[in-house]
């Protein structure tokens, strides 16, 4: 029994050194994933297959920074998962050579199945341990049970190096949002917890193609502030454009966040353009809007474009017993979504500001 689980190992493995389809073996043959398993590429790097979606890289040689590369924490967002999905066969086909240790992590594999941004719960509010908070009757599902197993995943990839000293730390959580944007790709600084913002980070995504940045002002429960909060990581959510099927994106769009990303770990040196303020759009949150009523309505198309801008005491939103107004002249509209449960998060305001 255990030599014909060895033998499948070793299928898989070799496998996955030729086609490198690591993404869809994990989606269709989850079995193959039920224990992790270790290999080498040549004479150079280290493969970790930690679980299902789960794969990290580590050079043989000296490195100096951990990557983490998420995607599909929201099933439906395909484009990063084919940005993801194309550098894992690249690595493990040999076509590229890592220089830096990266962790891909393949968020929602069940709700990719189904073509939806999740399954039972949004599993972008579920860390930081918000996966064990469980309302009075609450299941532990599915969604929960993944949230907790890739904050492990983070955790053992920060803190499984030698030396941690002199190493940087990057997480960029890639999304794609249900709206258009006004402004194509942007990107959610994490609450950095009273430390100043970095502007040579902003530099690299400016080379990523994204210049519209949302700095958030408080603690949350998403991927990329775990990683903020945790483990100091320079951590983002990157927002990449418009939710599309498998196979309907435009890959040329994404070319600098690839091209990006693939010089960062392949140890590539970037090439930034120095920090201008006039280059970025950057926004604050001002008015958090939680649905409290079931008659929430959003008072502006339905298809008003992220960062669509109003008047000054222009009506954005309104529900039994509340209305909501621009604070701002200029103030802006940020993920609205009038079908989130009670209680949730129906729309973000913002307001520009600068660093
Ligand atoms: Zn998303």
Redesign the pocket.
């Known amino acids: 029994m255990q030599n014909k689980f060895k033998a499948s190992v070793q299928n898989t493995i070799q496998t996955l050194k030729l086609q490198g389809d690591f993404l869809s073996l994990s989606r269709t043959q989850p079995s193959l994933f039920i224990t992790s398993f270790q290999f080498f590429i040549d004479e150079h790097t280290q493969v970790d297959v930690l679980a299902q979606g789960m794969i990290s890289f580590e050079p043989l040689a000296d490195s100096d920074k951990d990557v983490v590369l998420s995607c599909g ?2 099933g439906n ?1 395909t484009a990063p998962i084919e940005i993801c999905d194309d550098l894992v066969k690249d690595i493990l086909t040999g076509k590229i050579v890592v220089k830096q240790r990266v962790l891909f992590l393949f968020g929602n594999l069940p709700s990719m199945d189904i073509g939806q941004r999740f399954v039972e719960e949004n599993m ?1 509010r579920l860390f930081s341990g918000e996966h064990q908070n469980l309302a009075a009757g609450q299941q532990v599902n599915d969604e929960r049970r993944r949230a907790k197993q890739l904050e492990n995943a983070v955790k053992c990839f920060y803190l499984g190096t030698e030396s941690q000293q002199d190493r940087s730390r990057f997480h960029y959580d890639l ?2 949002a249900i709206r258009a944007s006004k402004n194509d790709k942007f990107a959610v600084y994490p609450f950095q917890n009273g430390k100043p913002w970095d502007k040579y980070q902003l530099q690299i995504l400016l080379a990523c193609g994204v210049n519209t940045i949302l700095l958030s002002g408080s603690p949350t429960t998403t991927f990329s502030y775990y990683s903020v909060n945790e483990f100091n990581a320079q951590a983002f959510t990157v927002e990449l454009g418009k939710v599309m099927p498998f196979g309907q994106n435009n890959m040329d769009n994404f070319t600098q966040i690839v091209t990006t990303l693939t010089q960062l770990i392949c140890g590539v040196e970037l090439v930034l353009k120095n920090f201008d303020d006039a280059d970025f759009l950057i926004y604050e949150v001002n008015q958090v809007i939680n649905k409290q009523q079931a008659d929430f309505a959003l008072n502006f198309a339905i298809d008003a474009p992220n960062f669509s801008d109003f008047q000054k005491d222009h009506l954005l939103a309104s529900e039994t017993g509340c209305e909501y107004h621009a604070q701002f002249e200029g103030e802006a509209i940020v993920f609205p979504n009038a079908d989130v449960e009670i209680g949730q998060r129906a729309l973000l305001t913002v307001i520009p500001t600068h660093i």
Do not use: A, L, R, Y
């Open positions: 924490v929201h967002e972008n999304h794609t």
